[in-house]
């Protein structure tokens, strides 16, 4: 399984516009199997009480937005369309939340929000089993399918044209780099593979990005005795060099 997880990750692809938008992007790929799903329990209800006293003492000296990691993202969003005091980064939504309760969703939830706050990144979870394709990051060209809900109902939109997205060969995964997710490849209570990206920008070291993807793969690996856990790290200069040699 192990070799399956790293072939998956071994697959993933930035595209080169999205590095032209952002050369300071990076990524931490998690590709996991062999956890034990469930509901939100006592130990991811202690983590995101952490996170949100994390949260509050780091909004008391200013505002949100001025926080270095989210400002970069707002600007981020901004240079493809976005307006992010309507679509805000993942990351922001969670820590303006925090101050009136993080949600309690399920066990692999519950682990990844509190991640994302207590080290200022946004985290997206996803189903490796509903996965067609390798996940890939792209500006999209307007066509491309993300089946979500509005009003109550199952719909199907497109995301805008230029608009940063992580898709598979389904569809849009994640619309608006880390924005809303698609329903199709959401964790369940009984997802056991799953799918975490981290994202960072400028504000954030390779070394903080490192960090915590590793506190969220050691926090995964309490999930069960037969965990296994692959990680990919993706940048622009990375990449480069990774083609320069084949």
């Known amino acids: 399984m192990a070799e399956s997880l790293a072939a998956f990750l071994a697959g993933a692809r930035i595209d080169d516009a999205v590095?032209?938008?952002?050369?300071?992007?990076?990524?931490?790929?998690?590709?996991?199997?062999?956890?034990?799903?469930?509901?939100?329990?006592?130990?991811?209800?202690?983590?995101?009480?952490?996170?949100?006293?994390?949260?509050?003492?780091?909004?008391s000296g200013g505002p949100v937005d001025q926080l270095p990691h989210?400002?970069?993202?707002?600007?981020?969003?901004?240079?493809?369309?976005?307006?992010?005091?309507?679509?805000?980064?993942?990351?922001e939504a969670l820590t303006r939340r925090a101050g009136s309760g993080l949600p309690r969703v399920n066990r692999l939830t519950d682990i990844y929000n509190a991640i994302s706050v207590l080290h200022q990144v946004p985290v997206g979870g996803?189903?490796?089993?509903?996965?067609?394709?390798?996940?890939?990051?792209?500006?999209?060209?307007?066509?491309?399918?993300?089946?979500?809900?509005?009003?109550?109902?199952?719909?199907v939109e497109n995301p805008e044209p230029g608009e940063v997205v992580w898709c598979d060969d389904a569809g849009v995964t994640c619309r608006r780099w880390n924005w809303r997710q698609a329903r199709r490849t959401q964790l369940r209570e009984g997802t056991t593979s799953a799918l975490f990206i981290l994202d960072a920008l400028g504000a954030m070291t390779d070394a903080q990005l490192h960090a915590a993807a590793e506190d969220l793969a050691a926090r995964l690996r309490g999930l069960g005795t037969n965990v296994l856990v692959e990680q990919r790290f993706m940048s622009g200069s990375?990449?480069?060099?990774e083609e320069s040699e084949c």
């Open 19 to 59: 590095f032209a938008l952002r050369p300071d992007y990076r990524a931490v790929l998690l590709a996991v199997d062999g956890l034990v799903p469930g509901p939100s329990d006592q130990a991811g209800e202690a983590l995101l009480r952490e996170a949100e006293s994390f949260a509050a003492q780091a909004i």
């Open 70 to 91: 989210i400002a970069d993202w707002r600007e981020a969003y901004r240079a493809f369309g976005a307006k992010p005091q309507r679509t805000r980064n993942s990351v």
């Open 126 to 155: 996803e189903d490796l089993s509903r996965y067609q394709g390798a996940p890939q990051l792209i500006r999209a060209t307007g066509a491309e399918s993300f089946d979500t809900v509005a009003d109550g109902l199952e719909v």
């Open 238 to 241: 990375l990449l480069k060099a």
